[in-house]
């Protein structure tokens, strides 16, 4: 069974900072690892998709990185603003030709703050 | 092009009580998944859909049911209702053979008193 950690749980930093948000499976069969951003009572916007085959991927000032062997993918943020507090959620996708495939399974979150 | 919509926004539901969501997939999607977000969590895998049948369930009792239209539109029902059904609702579509494209509506707030 995939479960999916992400830490910390909370961040709160100053504007312009650079961070790091962490997120760990525990079955490397994943196909796709993939980042969501949600502001609070909305749906889930997806920053990034990091296919099997890749490491990384960016967008802006955003970087995800993928390292199936060891089980982990991070989210880089670069120079900070106040428009990207949310909750940022990292989702493992299951193998195609399994039981699972289509199913998202989902971290509980990294509730982050940029502060002015 | 009109992305994954969901009805009603916001519900209040008594304990007991059965309610229905509603969701119309992404113009080209064939296949939708049903999430369950509690507040603080992530969101948890109920069901998945495409031709018309469940194809995949989740860790939820049968208290929670769906079904999906011909027209690919789905909806959401659960029955004697309890305080912990509270949670955000969230539906997902995607073509049948591209798992990795996944478009979220932006879910129903669900409160049950």
């Known amino acids: 069974k995939q479960e999916v950690t992400q830490i910390p749980a909370a961040l709160s930093v100053p504007e312009g900072e650079n961070l790091v948000l962490n997120c760990s499976f525990t079955?490397?069969?994943?196909?796709?690892l993939q980042w969501f951003r949600q502001d609070p009572g909305k749906g889930l916007t997806s920053l990034l998709l990091?296919?099997?085959?890749?490491r990384e991927q960016t967008s802006g000032r955003l970087n995800a990185s993928l390292d199936k062997s060891s089980g982990r993918s991070t989210l880089y943020i670069a120079a900070s603003q106040p428009g990207d507090s949310a909750t940022y959620l990292c989702?493992?996708?299951?193998?195609?030709?399994?039981?699972?495939?289509?199913?998202?399974?989902f971290g509980q979150g990294t509730i982050l703050t940029v502060h002015p | 092009d009109a992305g994954v919509t969901q009805s009603p926004t916001h519900l209040i539901k008594t304990r007991g009580q059965q309610v229905t969501l509603r969701c119309s997939p992404k113009?080209?999607?064939?296949?939708v998944s049903w999430y369950q977000q509690a507040l603080g969590q992530g969101p948890q895998f109920i069901f998945q859909?495409?031709?018309?049948?469940?194809?995949q369930r989740g860790n939820f009792p049968d208290r929670f049911s769906g079904h999906q239209f011909p027209n690919y539109s789905s909806e959401l029902n659960v029955n004697a209702l309890l305080l912990g059904d509270s949670a955000l609702y969230l539906c997902?579509?995607?073509?049948?053979?591209?798992?990795?494209?996944?478009?979220f509506g932006p879910g129903t707030r669900l409160t049950v008193t």
């Open positions: 997902a579509s995607r073509d049948r053979d591209r798992a990795y494209e996944q478009y």
């Open positions: 079955d490397s069969a994943i196909y796709n």
């Open positions: 990091i296919q099997s085959s890749q």
């Open positions: 989702a493992a996708i299951p193998n195609a030709g399994g039981t699972s495939y289509g199913k998202l399974t």
């Open positions: 113009s080209g999607h064939d296949t």
């Open positions: 859909y495409y031709e018309e049948e469940e194809r």
